[in-house]
Nanobody, 124 residues
Framework: QVQLVESGGGLVQTGGSLRLSCAAS????????MGWFRQAPGKEREFVAG????????NYADSVKGRFTVSRDNAKKSVYLQMNSLKPEDTAVYLC?????????????????WGQGTQVTVSS
């Protein structure tokens, strides 16, 4: 079993930045492909960014390309989401997800473990 704990959310003005962190425990972190998702009120959960076990080339939703950066630190068993140039439409609960499926980066159905989420609110 994998436990995921997100942190770093908060309230920020349009154009501001936040850095989310997700700390993992329970399984060997380097064997997990990691993803970030978000869910706004009344909307479906959507993929934001993902990085596979090897750390390779991350994948991003079109809506965040050029503004968000996902990274991982296997020694710290953590994955991060640096969010710059934030917009009001980025407001959502951001969730960290993990799967041992090698190289998987994709929609939410492929992830096996989820954190509780951290709220990000961008004011206009």
């Amino acid at each position: 079993q994998v436990q995921l704990v997100e942190s770093g959310g908060g309230l920020v003005q349009t154009g501001g930045s936040l850095r989310l962190s997700c700390a993992a425990s329970g399984l060997t972190f380097s064997l997990l492909s990691m993803g970030w998702f978000r869910q706004a009120p009344g909307k479906e959960r959507e993929f934001v960014a993902g990085v596979a076990q090897s750390g390779g080339i991350p994948n991003y939703a079109d809506s965040v390309k050029g503004r968000f950066t996902v990274s991982r630190d296997n020694a710290k068993k953590s994955v991060y989401l640096q969010m710059n140039s934030l917009k009001p439409e980025d407001t959502a609960v951001y969730l960290c997800a993990a799967t041992p499926r090698w190289g998987y980066i994709g929609d939410s159905r492929g992830y096996d473990f989820w954190g509780q989420g951290t709220q990000v609110t961008v004011s206009s």
